[in-house]
């Protein structure tokens, strides 16, 4: 698989994984810097521009959320993917809460840290920094999702799942695929679903005429304006 040019920089302090990733990253064409604790990581993308960061959670000197929550702080907008050995949902929230772009967790294929490094780097060259469907608009830059011009109100958990209805749009999701995308294997009850998509449609459509989030029966969901055809 190739790659368009890419510079990461890997914050990992065990030295054989942070090791294998570089070397495998290598193959793939793509430039890392590596850094063995959070504090040093900190202070080499203040200094450094990158196309993602890869972070561990758990580091000496400074850890994975206090640096993601020190940069977000500093207005330092780098995509971060979390590396991570706990796969609890409360994590996941923590460190999208944090300003965390991504999460994965160990033990992890290569191939899948590839993809996920290259989708993030796509994030931060702004080929897919924007998504809008009729007068709804995210940017996935600075996390924000608008509507008539308004900032909505939205928890970390809503803001992913209007991203994938969004880039989905016109066509549908189902649930299993939703709940795939945004919890990964660490599945919540279906009411959880039911309890974020209530919100959702409340932050996007509630001071609206023309709602925008559907439920198709035996389908899942679907976003797009009234006026367009099913």
């Not at 809460?97 to 999460?103: E, I, N, T």
């Not at 709804?136 to 999702?145: F, G, W």
């Not at 209007?162 to 009850?189: A, C, F, T, Y």
Request: charged fraction near 25%.
């Amino acid at each position: 698989m190739g790659s368009e040019h890419i510079q990461l920089l890997l914050v990992e302090d065990d030295l054989d994984l942070a090791t294998a990733i570089i070397d495998y990253l290598s193959l793939e064409g793509i430039e890392c810097d590596h850094a063995a604790n959070g504090l040093a990581g900190f202070n080499l993308i203040k200094q450094n521009v990158y196309d993602a960061v890869i972070l561990d959670l758990n580091l000496p000197r400074m850890s994975g959320l206090q640096v993601c929550e020190q940069l977000r702080a500093q207005g330092i907008d780098v995509p971060i993917l979390m590396l991570t050995a706990k796969d609890t949902l409360d994590d996941k929230l923590t460190g999208f809460s944090v300003g965390a772009d991504d999460y994965l967790v160990k033990p992890f294929a290569m191939e899948e840290l590839i993809v996920r490094a290259q989708v993030l780097s796509k994030r931060r060259s702004g080929q897919v920094s924007k998504l809008a469907v009729h007068d709804l608009e995210l940017d996935l830059k600075q996390q924000k999702a608008m509507r008539h011009g308004a900032i909505l109100k939205l928890s970390p958990i809503g803001f992913r799942i209007l991203e994938v209805l969004m880039r989905e749009s016109p066509n549908p999701v189902s649930r299993e695929k939703l709940m795939q995308i945004v919890w990964g294997d660490e599945q919540p009850d279906s009411n959880s679903l039911k309890v974020h998509m209530f919100n959702l449609r409340k932050a996007v459509d509630g001071a609206s005429d023309c709602k925008l989030i559907h439920t198709l029966v035996g389908r899942g969901f679907v976003l797009r304006s009234e006026e367009e055809p099913t």
